[in-house]
């Protein structure tokens, strides 16, 4: 960052030695004044979730084609991927997590540290696994496929005691969730509701991407997958703020019977009082293209995004990551005209998002500006 208006000290032949020291100290202080001031309007974020090795297919093999073989090694996870985002938009991002105490564990610190990410609270345990997956990418008419390998992950057995809240939540504005944390272990669903609590405590704002996965939510002997996730979305809605979620999401997990826009804004509200933005997405496929676009209701308007037509998709996995984290950005500056403006520049950043392999979104602002209008597609910057 660069701070624009430094003092211009002019000195004559009279200008004494003294009146230069002063001189000086007041450039400094009124420069420390900026800084503070500055460092006071970044907003600070915290996200909590897995983080998990991720191995993919090259190209867009088979597994079967692939392995034995290589495959494609990265670090992937939704919250962490909202995390990397909004550090590079600027923000303070803080993750929480917990990792394996291994050289793979403080590899996934090393690079979440290369991503300007807070990483102070990351817990590393010891005598434990971090959690995998395995992608299969969507190409044509082929869908992708992803199996997860993260049952006993640090994080699946992690206890609520572990982490410092008080610490945590100091001078924070939002707390960042996603329905896959609760989704992944008993322990770790407890570990979302108690870190509800501590961020209430400290008067902190929550957003909760409900982020349905069909393949956990496997915890509960006696009750079915779908509907251990509608219990435990229901009771999350209950306490946050900001909600995200698709069509899907609204009818099974919240059972919204509404099938029009505002109408399922409307009983989200009326049900929800505690909420303040409900943000519906729609994704649809025609073809090989994407297409993506958003609704942000509050108790004072509805706004539609335009359409992102995305055409070439090299990878959809933390698109919807991408959303959040430039939509929750966008909500909490002052940089952006109205909120249609905000739910244009997040669904740039998804459409932008689909051309990066890999789970984080290496875009910056200035990128998303310009996909937003149109200037970005094709071009060699030179």
């Known amino acids: 960052m660069r701070f624009s208006g430094n003092i211009e000290v002019h000195l004559n032949s009279s200008t004494s030695h003294v009146s230069l020291q002063r001189a000086a100290i007041a450039a400094r202080r009124l420069q420390t004044h900026r800084l503070a001031r500055f460092q006071m309007a970044i907003t600070r974020f915290v996200t909590i979730g897995e983080i998990m090795g991720r191995l993919s297919t090259p190209g867009h093999q088979r597994f079967r084609q692939a392995m034995p073989g290589s495959l494609d090694f990265n670090f992937g996870g939704a919250e962490a991927s909202i995390a990397a985002l909004l550090a590079s938009l600027g923000a303070d991002a803080t993750y929480v997590t917990a990792l394996p105490n291994n050289p793979i564990g403080q590899a996934c610190v090393s690079q979440l540290r290369s991503l300007r990410v807070n990483t102070d609270h990351i817990e590393l345990v010891d005598d434990s696994r971090m959690g995998l997956y395995f992608v299969e990418q969507a ?3 082929r869908p992708g496929q992803v199996i997860y390998d993260r049952a006993d992950s640090a994080f699946a057995q992690v206890s609520a005691s572990l982490f410092d809240w008080d610490a945590i939540f100091k001078n924070t504005d939002w707390l960042i969730l996603t329905g896959i944390s609760p989704a992944i272990s008993k322990s770790a669903a407890a570990l979302t509701l108690d870190a509800i609590g501590h961020a209430k405590a400290h008067d902190v704002k929550i957003m909760l991407d409900m982020n349905f996965r069909s393949k956990l ?50 009983d989200v509200s009326s049900t929800y009082q505690n909420i303040r933005y409900v943000i519906q997405t729609r994704r649809r496929s025609i073809g090989t293209e994407q297409r993506f676009s958003a609704t942000l209701t509050t108790d004072e308007t509805t706004v539609e995004s335009e359409e992102a037509i995305i055409d070439a998709v090299v990878d959809r996995i933390g698109t919807g990551d991408a959303f959040a984290a430039a939509l929750i950005y966008a909500i909490t500056s002052d940089d952006f005209r109205d909120h249609k403006d905000r739910l244009n520049f997040a669904v740039a950043a998804c459409a932008l998002a689909h051309t990066i392999p890999g789970d984080f979104s290496l875009i910056n602002e200035e990128e998303i500006r310009e996909a937003q209008v149109g200037k970005s597609g094709g071009r060699i910057k030179r």
């Open 139 to 141: 190409i044509g008419a």
């Open 217 to 266: 939510w496997l915890w509960h002997e006696s009750v079915t997958q779908t509907d251990l996730a509608a219990e435990w979305m229901r009771k999350l809605a209950g306490q946050v703020d900001l909600l995200i979620g698709g069509q899907t999401d609204f009818e099974e997990r919240l059972q919204i019977k509404e099938t029009k826009t505002a109408s399922i804004a409307a």
